[in-house]
């Protein structure tokens, strides 16, 4: 079976500052990863995906996460937060990528507050 | 380009009463997954729908079922609700390309309150 841990329900970080959103997997199969982001009261958005290709992953609004077999990690990080950058944020895992019917398994969720 | 629609917006029932919530995938998309997500909790798969089949079910009571039509859209019913049925309900679309599943994107969702 396949599961996501988020450490910390919830992070707080200056406007300007390191953001790191800390994402461990478990998988019996080689994983597809992703995060996603949710704004109060609005759906799921993804931030970027990790389908086997390139370790680090690019995505939108500045975010990156490397995937790390070694350490079942898969971290999201943002060089510089910015006050927009405040809302939920999921790690999930996909349970069969490689067929035609897959579920996404997500994490509990991460809170990221922004202080001015 | 429309992206994945849900309604309603928002609904209360009461105890014992039926729901039906409906999910229009994103243009091109012809698999539809619903999911649950109550307060404070990251969303909890329901079950999928490709081909106008339930294809993968999560650990949820027979109460919840859904229907897939030839449009592809999709509707998830919930009868006898309880209160713990009260929850924010997701849909999310993806496309079946070379038999592998592609990205799921969201739809906004559907807040249901059980009174």
């Known amino acids: 079976a396949q599961s996501v841990t988020q450490l910390g329900s919830h992070v707080s970080v200056s406007e300007g500052a390191l953001v790191l959103l800390r994402c461990n997997y478990s998988s019996s199969v080689p994983p597809y990863l992703f995060w996603y982001v949710q704004y109060p009261n609005q759906g799921l958005q993804l931030l970027l995906k990790y389908t086997s290709a390139a370790t680090l992953v690019k995505g939108i609004n500045g975010f990156e996460a490397e995937f790390k077999k070694s350490e079942t990690s898969f971290h999201l990080t943002k060089p510089s937060a910015h006050m927009s950058d405040a809302a939920e944020y999921f790690c999930?895992?996909?349970?069969?990528?490689?067929?035609?019917?897959?579920?996404?398994?997500f994490g509990s969720g991460t809170r990221l507050s922004i202080r001015p | 380009d429309a992206g994945v629609t849900q309604s309603p917006t928002h609904l209360i029932k009461t105890r014992g009463q039926q729901v039906t919530l409906r999910c229009s995938p994103k243009s091109g998309h012809d698999t539809v997954s619903w999911y649950q997500q109550a307060l404070g909790q990251g969303p909890q798969f329901i079950f999928q729908?490709?081909?106008?089949?339930?294809?993968q079910r999560g650990n949820f009571p027979d109460r919840f079922s859904g229907h897939q039509f030839p449009n592809y859209s999709s509707e998830l019913n919930v009868n006898a609700l309880l209160l713990g049925d009260s929850a924010l309900y997701l849909c999310?679309?993806?496309?079946?390309?070379?038999?592998?599943?592609?990205?799921?994107?969201f739809g906004p969702g559907t807040r249901l309150l059980v009174l």
């Open positions: 999930a895992v996909s349970d069969r990528w490689y067929s035609s019917a897959s579920k996404i398994i």
């Open positions: 999310a679309s993806s496309l079946v390309s070379g038999g592998v599943q592609e990205t799921q994107y």
């Open positions: 729908y490709y081909e106008e089949e339930e294809r």
